[in-house]
């Protein structure tokens, strides 16, 4: 479960940084501060960017996750191990709570 607090965590502090970068770019071009509102777009571009790549990561390692599951609930069909068919299960609940976190 720390991939998924990990996922919280990342796009909580890459939304927080998108923001502040925003107000900074905001405030820069209002009392016409070039440099402060060029950091600010910086700072949003950066965090937004940080975000996707994040976003990818997570659906990538959900897909993997899910593939594992079924694998391996396949397999424990086949073999008669229900342990194993259960493990298949819980991967693939696994990947569907990453994907949506």
Do not use: F
């Amino acid at each position: 479960m720390s991939n998924i607090a990990e996922n919280i965590s990342t796009k909580v502090s890459n939304t927080a940084n998108s923001y502040i970068g925003s107000a900074k770019q905001s405030i820069g071009e209002t009392i016409h501060n070039p440099d402060l509102a060029a950091r600010g777009a910086a700072q949003k571009v950066h965090a937004d960017t940080a975000q996707k790549l994040a976003d990818a990561k997570k659906q990538s390692e959900a897909a993997a996750h899910k593939v594992e599951g079924h694998a391996e609930k396949s397999s424990g069909n086949v073999l008669g191990d229900y342990s194993l068919e259960a493990s298949g299960e819980g991967n693939i609940s696994k990947a569907e709570l990453e994907r949506r976190v």
